[in-house]
């Protein structure tokens, strides 16, 4: 069975310090889909990355990186410089490689950022 | 704006009761995914339709129903309600032939039972 473990389950940092949400996986497919999403006080779920289990690059998208280690079955998730903006509940999912966006969501970590 | 739709935003209602959360997915999507986020459960795949037919079944209750049609619009069913039906509803679509894209959530319904 898959699982998603997201063990911090509420982080406080001051405004401009990085933080790094950490997220573990369990799966038996050899192929498997990572995701990434926000859920801010308004309650939307944004869609932030998605990363496949062959591809093992880094990614950096502004503020945001991500660390995808296989041999860890983790995918981590850093913010520089956090904001205000910042302050959301962050979700690490995994998708069945054949049913699609059937998602297995982590429990979340509800990031406050203090100005 | 994800460009998915739902219906209502709030719903309160009484135990026992029967209600209909309704969801548009994005211009030329195909499949349909409804989740259920509740304090004790997180957020759980509920169901999935594609094109109309069920593709695939989560930790959806026999009490819950859902469908999907001609106009790929989608409805769930929820009936004989208890206290710990109250959750936020999600609806999420994504595009045809695209195995594991990200899906594309609306903003939920956000269901009370009293």
Redesign the interface.
């Known amino acids: 069975a898959q699982k998603v473990t997201q063990a911090q389950t509420e982080i406080s940092v001051v405004e401009k310090e990085d933080v790094t949400l950490d997220c573990v996986y369990e799966t038996r497919d050899t192929t498997y889909?990572l995701?990434w999403?926000k859920q801010p006080p308004?309650?939307?779920?944004?869609?932030l990355i998605?990363r496949?289990s062959f591809d093992e690059q880094n990614e950096i998208s502004g503020r945001y990186s991500w660390n995808f280690q296989k041999s860890t079955s983790s995918f981590n998730f850093t913010i520089t410089a956090s904001q205000v903006v910042d302050s959301a509940v962050y979700?690490c999912a995994l998708?069945d490689?054949?049913?699609?966006?059937?998602?297995?969501?982590?429990?979340?970590t509800r990031l406050s950022v203090l100005p | 704006d994800s460009g998915v739709t739902q219906t209502p935003k709030h719903l309160i209602t009484a135990t026992g009761q029967r209600v209909t959360l309704r969801c548009s997915p994005r211009s030329g999507d195909l499949s349909v995914y409804w989740y259920q986020q509740s304090l004790d459960q997180g957020l759980q795949f509920l169901i999935h339709y594609y094109n109309g037919e069920e593709r695939a079944k989560g930790n959806i209750l026999e009490r819950f129903s859902a469908q999907q049609f001609p106009d790929l619009h989608s409805e769930l069913n929820l009936s004989s309600l208890e206290l710990g039906d109250s959750a936020l509803y999600f609806c999420a679509s994504s595009p045809p032939g695209q195995l594991n894209t990200e899906a594309f959530f609306g903003q939920g319904t956000r269901l009370t039972v009293v």
């Open positions: 889909y995701f999403y308004s309650g939307e779920l944004v869609f998605r496949n979700f998708s490689p054949f049913y699609g966006q059937n998602f297995v969501f982590g429990p979340g």
